[in-house]
């Protein structure tokens, strides 16, 4: 049995590690009405207090429930933190009238990266760290997008699968409206996780679960309770994705130069 109140302890810690060593005021994080960002927002909340919490609601009018919208507004106020609802549609026209729409996931991508700028605008002017939001599940799979969501300053769920995710959000007494509605990345309608992965988190973790404890893949099946094609979609997934997760390759050339 986990005992999440340590869990939260080493979490709320790292959090104030994390603010205090860079010397920043705060944070800000994205808050979508979503699981994993009401966890990060009421985690920073009880590592800093509410002072010290920025939230910004990041709407796209058209493709976000109002639900969400209104879900987030209710933690944000439940929390008693300050919050920011900012539309994201002009910025998206803005690219999309000069880019064009024809590549699907091109221009979903663009929305986490609006998103990112919009978060950094408030770090770089309030001096607060911008809060990720990223689970290990997404990580891992590289269910995210680089330099959009992935594009943080740091991580305080990133070592829990999506599985744990939703038991933390339970500890924490996450409004139940939040933690059973599917988990969507809403970058376009009727998108969900699971559906555009092709395969549930429950399978996913317990593939990856498997994976980390160093089971070998032709064993993972029978040991996780999946087909050899879902194995094979994790592992595609986690191999495809490494870039995401490493440090940018750099040229090494200073053995070349005169100095
Ligand atoms: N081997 C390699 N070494 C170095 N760089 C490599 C590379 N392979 C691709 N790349 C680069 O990475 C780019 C592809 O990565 P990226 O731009 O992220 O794009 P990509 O991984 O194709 O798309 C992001 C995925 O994450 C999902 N997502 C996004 C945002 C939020 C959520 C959510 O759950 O909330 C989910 C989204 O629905 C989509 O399935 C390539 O265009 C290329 O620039
Ligand atoms: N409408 C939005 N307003 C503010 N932030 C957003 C919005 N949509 C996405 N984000 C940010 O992008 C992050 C990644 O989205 P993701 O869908 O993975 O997480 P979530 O919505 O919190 O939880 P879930 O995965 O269960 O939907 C969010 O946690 C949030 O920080
Ligand atoms: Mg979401």
Known sequence: MTDWGSVVERITT??????????????VVGVSGGVDSACVAKLCTMALGSDSVLALIMPEEGVTPKEDVEDAVNLCKELGVEYRIIEINPFVNAF??????EHKIAVANIKP??????????????RLLVAGTGNKSELMAGYFTKYGDGGVDFLPIGDLYKTEVFQLARYLGIPERIVTKKP???LWKGQTDEEEMGIS?????????????????EEIPAVAGVSEEEVATVVRMVELSRHKREPLPLARVRDLLDC
């Open 201 to 217: 988190y429950e399978k996913l973790d317990a593939i990856l679960k498997a994976m980390e404890k160093g089971v070998s893949v």
């Open 184 to 186: 969507s990345a809403r």
């Open 113 to 126: 990266r609006i998103r990112m700028i919009l978060l950094y605008f408030h770090a770089n002017s309030r």
């Open 96 to 101: 999309v009238s000069k880019l064009g729409e």
């Open 14 to 27: 790292f959090i104030k590690d994390c603010v205090s060593s860079a010397g920043a005021k705060g944070v």
